[in-house]
C-alpha cells in the first residue's frame, strides 16, 4: 500500500481556522489528519506540500509511519511549531489509514483500551464574559450540560506584573466560580505563561483557598525551571506541555517534574505515536495526561485515541460544545460526547471523514484568533461579535 495523493483543507470554525488533511492509497483507502495552528494556518498548509508532500509522503507506506516522522523531522532541521504541526497532522493522518487498512480503531493497534470512557472537562466556555457574575452564570450552564470539570483564564490581559485592582477582579472570578458549581467540579485555572515567578506564586496562593485542580502554564512555558519552582512552592498541581513541540522537551518536562499534568498537543509534538512515547515517559513517574486540544475534529479524535490507550490518562479537553454550530458537520462519524464523557466505538482508524461540502462552505478567514494582551484588540472583537 503506497500513499498516491494528498490533500489539504482549510476552513473556518469562527475564532480559528483549521487545515485538515487527506491521504489517498493506490488501494482507494483514505486517511484524515489535522494540522491547525492558530494564526499560522496557510503557513503549515505551505509547508505541508512544500517540503514534506513529494519529498516524503507520495509514495510512501503509511504503516512505515515511525520511519516517515522521524526523516520528516530529522531533515527539516529547524524545528518549530509550523514545521511539527505540519508533520502531526501527516502522522495522525497515516494512522488512520492504518487503523482502516487493519479493520481497526487506532487505539486498538497502540495498546487498545484503558477506559470504558474518557472524562471531559469545558474550555472556551466564557467567551464574553466580563464580570465575576458573567463566568458564574455561564460556569452553571456548563455544569448543567454534564460537565464536571471547567478551565478558564481569570487574568485579563495580565503580562508579567498585575495591578492590585486587577488581582483583586482575578480572585472575584475565581470565587464566583466556585460558588456557582459547588465544591464537586473541578476549576482548571490557565494562566497562559503571562506571569513573572514572584506574581504568578502570590496569584497561586491567593487562589488555592477555590480547591484549583490544576495551574496551567503559570509562568513562561519554555522557561521550565521557573515552572518547577513555582510548583514547589505551591500545593496546587501544575499542568503544562501544549506548547512542547519534541520527546526531547517532553522528556525533560518529566525528568524535572516541573509538571503534575502533562498536556501534549498531538496535533503539534510529532503525532500519535510520539504522544504514546510521552505517555509511557510519563507513567512511571506518576505523571497524568491531559492532551491539549484547542484546534478541530479531527485532533480532537486523535487524542480520544491516545487517551483510550493510555493507563495514566486524566483528563481531555474539550472546546467542542463552545464552538461554531457546524463545528461537528466538518466531518461525518462525530460526535462521540455525551453527559461530560467522551467514548469511542470500534470503527476502524480515527472513526471520522471530512466533508468535503461543510469545509468549502466556511473559508478560511485570516487573522481571527485574538490576542489574550491586546486589550483594544479585544474590545474590538467582542463588538463585533
Not at 38 to 62: K, M, N, S
Not at 184 to 193: A, C, K, P, Y
Amino acid at each position: 500500500m503506497r500513499i498516491v495523493s494528498l490533500e489539504t483543507f482549510l476552513t473556518n470554525a469562527g475564532l480559528r481556522n483549521y487545515c485538515f488533511i487527506r491521504l489517498r492509497t493506490d488501494t482507494g483507502l483514505t486517511g484524515v489528519g489535522e494540522a491547525s495552528l492558530e494564526w499560522q494556518e496557510r503557513t503549515t498548509e505551505t509547508f505541508i506540500h512544500e517540503f514534506c508532500a513529494e519529498r516524503y509522503v507520495l509514495g510512501a507506506d503509511p504503516f512505515d509511519v515511525e520511519s516517515l516522522v522521524l526523516r520528516m523531522v530529522r531533515d527539516q532541521y529547524q524545528g518549530g511549531a509550523v514545521a511539527m504541526t505540519a508533520i502531526s497532522g501527516l502522522e495522525i493522518a497515516c494512522w488512520d489509514l492504518i487503523g482502516k487498512a487493519c479493520g481497526q480503531p487506532v487505539y486498538r493497534l497502540l495498546g487498545g483500551r484503558c477506559h470504558d470512557r474518557l472524562q471531559a472537562y469545558a474550555n472556551g466556555w466564557y467567551g464574553g464574559a466580563k464580570t465575576p457574575d458573567d463566568y458564574a452564570e455561564r460556569a452553571r450552564a456548563v455544569v448543567k450540560a454534564g460537565y464536571r470539570g471547567l478551565k478558564f483564564d481569570p487574568f485579563g490581559v495580565a503580562w508579567k506584573r498585575m495591578s492590585a485592582d486587577e488581582s483583586k477582579e482575578t480572585v472575584a472570578i475565581v470565587e464566583a466560580v466556585r460558588r456557582a458549581v459547588g465544591d464537586d467540579v473541578e476549576l482548571m485555572i490557565e494562566f497562559h505563561g503571562r506571569l513573572a515567578l514572584d506574581v504568578a506564586l502570590e496569584m497561586a496562593h491567593r487562589l488555592a483557598a477555590y480547591h484549583p485542580a490544576w495551574y496551567e502554564e503559570p509562568v513562561a512555558y519554555e522557561n521550565l525551571d521557573l515552572l518547577r519552582e513555582v510548583k514547589a512552592r505551591t500545593a496546587v498541581p501544575i499542568a503544562a506541555g501544549e506548547r512542547l513541540y519534541t520527546l526531547a522537551d517532553f522528556a525533560r518536562l518529566v525528568e524535572m517534574r516541573a509538571a503534575d499534568v502533562v498536556q501534549m498537543d498531538v496535533a503539534h509534538c510529532g503525532g500519535i505515536l510520539t504522544a504514546k512515547k510521552i505517555a509511557a515517559l510519563a507513567e512511571p513517574r506518576d505523571v497524568v495526561l491531559a492532551p491539549h486540544v484547542s484546534v478541530g475534529p479531527v485532533a480532537l479524535a486523535a487524542a480520544l485515541h491516545l487517551d483510550m490507550c493510555s493507563p495514566n490518562f486524566y483528563r481531555q479537553e474539550n472546546f467542542g460544545e463552545h464552538d461554531v454550530p457546524y463545528r461537528d458537520g466538518l466531518v461525518s462519524g462525530w460526535n462521540r460526547f455525551r453527559d461530560g464523557f467522551f467514548t469511542l466505538d470500534e470503527t476502524p482508524g480515527l472513526g471520522l471523514e471530512l466533508n468535503d461540502a461543510v469545509i468549502a462552505a466556511h473559508p478560511y478567514q485570516p487573522n481571527t484568533f485574538p490576542s489574550l494582551w491586546d486589550r483594544k484588540w479585544i474590545a474590538e472583537f467582542t463588538k463585533r461579535e
